[in-house]
């Protein structure tokens, strides 16, 4: 059995994979999508919303929303699994 | 009932409810007036942050400032919402580990010592009190508006509601009276949003709307982009601004938001650190229902007042263009003498001049809802200014009691502790008051600049806190102060030594005041990592606590270790 310290090595290790890649999604699709290749997205419709202008004011803001809660559940699975969660 | 009495009941009431709950969540103990005694639900805490977050700048006027910048107005979106992200994944769950009361208490432990812990409370009290002399100043106008009484009357009755609860109920009872200002405020921005969204798009669900298209079949975006070209604007969905310019303006928004401390002490006030992330979520679902709605209300409201404005005939205008030419919120100016009113870019030409609080204020008149709609949106604006101007008190009067007070004079009784936080309290009520009834002219420059301010000096110094184990007190204290001196010193320079330089062709990389935070954040960051490669690693006991605070078991109630 690995010891405590291990233990707590690979659980923060885990914890840093998982906010790395939530985090890419933040930067994707706010700073990507919404306004570094705004233009090239706004060629793509989205309904009456060009797509790079949807990005910029409303779809970004709807993913932020959806990676917390991703965040929450995949946190609260980790710490179960690895025998730190509160009571 | 006329509008004046219908603005009168609603604001009485919901007035009322706001002195009831106080009464009924007084705090007893300076662990309630700090943190709410560390047990609310992660869907109140969530509920309640948004009010504290939701100004009245973000109700009243963010849509009218996205009507008239357009995609440039992107940033006030993704800038105060993706920080919430930031907040959620790299600072709330380990503060809330952390188990203190306050953001300079951490720095001042994480960093053992209180020279750190004096710059902190100096940050914490600068931003805050830029930003709580906007919301009294926006109760005030709020009052004059609906009310009609004088702006200078409005702030004595704010201040006399914000005295009474946060003095008494410090945390708890701010933290439950704005769980009902924002219930109050979301239902009195919606309302007319969802009645303009059906009447322009036939699609009451404003975001849709927003995508939707107008009477004749064209998309509405489409049809706006195409009216404001002809009468000589940029187009509403694309930029003036530098793509530079708009990345570093966000990115200083966002990281500013995840550095406010009257935003990161409300973590502080959940049991658990699960509670932390979920309450986060929450918060920023509240808050996206405001957000993703603002740029439907600014679109809506440009497309209507271009369409019931321009060249139409100065005596058939609607009658709600009437009513607010009187608080001079909108004038009407016949250069050409043809009777028709002109709207063009040319500012010479424009005989229409439109101020962007409009949008919102108006918008129950505008959609020709009945009168207490308009009563309901007054109410609506005051709690959004009401809940943030409370929650940036308890940062000041705790700043001042404990992290000032306690931290040299650590013998003083808890009785004793929770009179001064009172009295500062009272203290900073009376000094926003003041500074509501006489602004600084430049008051509303500062409030975005606080942001870049907490960007710059907070956020650096919290996350490596956090995520290194090896980041010093040399390292932390010249690493903020860097940042703050460099941010300030940009701004002060472009903003009142020099503003006539103040464009693109003179600023550092094309990065404007309101965007240079982010640059103070990363010369932080090198100069914070820099240092403290090259001085002494901090002493065990704090590295310890560093790897405590990574794990959530055993986080228990926020207390005085």
């Known amino acids: 059995m690995p010891s405590q310290n291990e233990k707590m090595k690979a659980y923060w290790r885990k914890n840093l994979q998982t906010l790395f890649i939530l985090l890419l999604v933040w930067f994707a699709v706010s700073f990507g999508c919404g306004i570094l290749f705004v233009d090239q997205l706004n060629e793509i419709r989205l309904g009456g919303y060009k797509l790079g202008f949807w990005f910029a004011q409303q779809g970004s803001i709807f993913a932020f929303v959806i990676l917390i809660f991703v965040y929450v559940a995949r946190m609260n699975r980790l710490d179960r699994e690895f025998d730190v969660d509160e009571e | 009932m006329e509008i004046l009495t219908w603005t009168y009941i609603l604001v009485g009431i919901s007035f009322a409810l706001y002195i009831g709950i106080a009464i009924w969540s007084r705090a007893g103990s300076t662990q309630e007036f700090y943190v709410a005694g560390g047990g609310v639900s992660p869907l109140a805490n969530g509920m309640a942050t948004a009010a504290d977050w939701m100004s009245a700048a973000s109700f009243i006027s963010m849509a009218g400032i996205i009507s008239f910048a357009g995609y440039d107005g992107s940033v006030y979106l993704m800038g105060w919402t993706g920080g919430y992200v930031l907040l959620a994944l790299l600072l709330a769950p380990y503060l809330r580990k952390f188990g203190k009361f306050t953001v300079p208490d951490f720095v001042g432990d994480r960093y053992y010592s209180n020279t750190a812990k004096v710059v902190a409370v100096i940050c914490a009290l600068f931003i805050s009190f830029t930003y709580v002399a906007g919301q009294m100043r926006g109760v005030g106008i709020v009052f004059s508006r609906y009310l009609e009484v004088p702006i200078e009357w409005g702030v004595v009755i704010g201040m006399c509601i914000v005295f009474f609860y946060a003095v008494l109920g410090g945390m708890k009872g701010i933290t439950y009276t704005q769980v009902a200002q924002y219930c109050v405020l979301i239902f009195a921005y919606m309302v007319p949003a969802i009645f303009i969204s059906m009447q322009l798009t036939g699609n009451p669900i404003p975001q849709l709307g927003l995508g939707g298209e107008v009477a004749d079949g064209t998309p509405l975006l489409d049809k706006l982009d195409g009216v404001l070209a002809e009468l000589g604007f940029a187009a509403y969905t694309s930029g003036r601004k530098s793509i530079t310019d708009i990345f570093m303006i966000t990115l200083a928004l966002m990281v500013g938001t995840a550095g406010l401390p009257h935003v990161i002490v409300r973590f502080f006030t959940v049991p658990r650190v699960k509670d932390a992330r979920l309450s986060a979520g929450y918060a920023l679902v509240f808050i996206a229902i405001l957000y993703t709605t603002a740029p439907a209300i600014a679109a809506f409201g440009m497309y209507n007042a271009i369409d019931s404005t321009s060249e139409k005939n100065i005596s058939g205008l609607p009658e709600w263009i009437s009513t607010w030419q009187k608080t001079n919120l909108i004038s009407v100016e016949d250069k050409n003498g043809d009777g028709k009113v002109q709207y063009v870019a040319d500012p010479v030409a424009n005989e229409l001049t439109i101020d962007r609080d409009i949008m919102v204020l108006a918008s129950p008149e505008i959609a020709q809802l009945p009168n207490w709609v308009v009563g309901l949106v007054a109410a609506g604006a005051m709690a959004a200014a009401l809940s943030t101007a409370a929650g940036l008190l308890l940062v000041i009067s705790t700043s001042v009691s404990r992290d000032l007070f306690k931290t040299f004079k650590p013998e003083i009784s808890e009785k004793r502790e929770l009179r001064i936080a009172r009295i500062a309290a009272a203290g900073a009520v009376l000094l926003a008051g003041y500074f509501g009834v006489n602004p600084p002219g430049f008051v509303a420059q500062v409030v ?103 794990i959530p078991r055993g986080a228990g109630k926020a207390q005085d270790h």
């Open chain 2, 448 to 550: 975005a600049f606080a942001f870049g301010l907490a960007a710059a000096s907070f956020f650096p110094v919290i996350i490596m806190g956090i995520f290194s184990s090896r980041i010093n007190k040399e390292g932390a204290i010249s690493g903020m102060i860097t940042g703050l001196v460099f941010t300030i010193g940009y701004i002060i320079y472009f903003k009142f030594i020099s503003p006539e330089t103040n464009n693109a062709e003179y600023w550092w990389f094309g990065v404007s005041p309101e965007g240079i935070g982010s640059i103070g954040m990363i010369l932080n960051f090198i100069v914070c990592v820099t240092i403290s490669k090259f001085t002494p690693a901090p002493p065990q006991a704090v590295q310890d606590m560093v790897q405590e605070i990574r």
